[in-house]
């Protein structure tokens, strides 16, 4: 089944702290690494359905990226994320109806995770 969808590419400036905080850290796993120009990295990284890919230099893009990942279960989540990288606060629930927490790689870039209140 073909389906369309949106992958961030966030910046980064380190491609082995990149796959520390997002493969050995937030239990994605490494789809590809490429290469361009003379200093030019792209990763990209997977976990169930999403996908984040990561460039560095990343010339003529805005910094400090943020996307919205939507998960089933955000307190379970936060759960196996917390024991492995920084995450200053646990979820909380919304007046809009989720329940949503914070994370901000080490580019500065920011993950925020939404899942249903249960």
Same mark, same amino acid.
């Given at each position: ?32 690494? #490429?290469?361009?120009?003379? +200093?030019?990295?792209?990763?990209? /990284?997977?976990?169930? &359905?999403?996908?984040? =890919? ?35 606060? #646990?979820?909380?629930?919304? +007046?809009?109806?989720?329940?949503? /927490?914070?994370?901000? &790689?080490?580019?500065? =870039? ?9």
């Amino acid at each position: 089944m073909n389906k369309e969808r949106s992958i961030p590419v966030f910046p980064m400036d380190d491609p082995a702290k990149a796959r520390r905080f997002y493969v050995d850290g937030l239990g994605f796993r490494e789809l590809f690494a #490429g290469h361009y120009g003379r +200093d030019g990295t792209i990763l990209g /990284f997977e976990r169930g &359905d999403l996908r984040i =890919n990561l460039d560095c230099p990343m010339p003529g893009h805005g910094r400090a990226a943020c996307a919205c990942l939507e998960v089933t279960d955000a307190d379970e989540i936060f759960e196996q994320w917390r024991a492995r990288v920084p995450i200053p606060h #646990g979820p909380k629930t919304e +007046d809009w109806g989720a329940r949503t /927490f914070t994370v901000i &790689d080490p580019f500065g =870039n920011t993950l925020f995770v939404i899942g249903p209140v249960k």
